[in-house]
Nanobody, 133 residues
Framework: DVQLQASGGGLVQAGGSLRLSCAVS????????IGWFRQAPGKEREGVSC????????YYADSVKGRFTISSDNAKNTAYLQMDSLKPEDTAVYYCAAVLELSPGIPVLAAQALGTMAPYDYWGQGTQVTVSS
């Protein structure tokens, strides 16, 4: 049974930090790209960042570049999103998702080229991040 469990959200003041975790069960992440998405009320879902677990390349949306860091621990089957210098506009429900890499690193390379992350095979439930001003 495939499951992605996102956790680590909460309420933080502007300028603060949070670390989100995405624990994966039901498959090993070695051949997958893990992505983080977010959706704020009334807005479309936005791809935030992704990491290839096969070759380690990464992608960041311009809105979070330099503030967020994605990482993955294949031994723990878990991915992380370290969020620093948080802004009120980062407030959203954050989701993690996984996509099988048909060729190593391809989903990240595609995101880097297109500036968008899609599509993903498996999704977790969201975790709320609220940044107060």
């Amino acid at each position: 049974d495939v499951q992605l469990q996102a956790s680590g959200g909460g309420l933080v003041q502007a300028g603060g930090s949070l670390r989100l975790s995405c624990a994966v069960s039901g498959f090993t992440v070695d051949d997958y790209t893990i992505g983080w998405f977010r959706q704020a009320p009334g807005k479309e879902r936005e791809g935030v960042s992704c990491i290839s677990n096969s070759i380690g390349n990464t992608y960041y949306a311009d809105s979070v570049k330099g503030r967020f860091t994605i990482s993955s621990d294949n031994a723990k089957n878990t991915a992380y999103l370290q969020m620093d210098s948080l802004k009120p506009e980062d407030t959203a429900v954050y989701y993690c998702a996984a996509v099988l890499e048909l060729s190593p690193g391809i989903p990240v390379l595609a995101a880097q080229a297109l500036g968008t992350m899609a599509p993903y095979d498996y999704w977790g439930q969201g975790t709320q991040v609220t940044v107060s001003s």
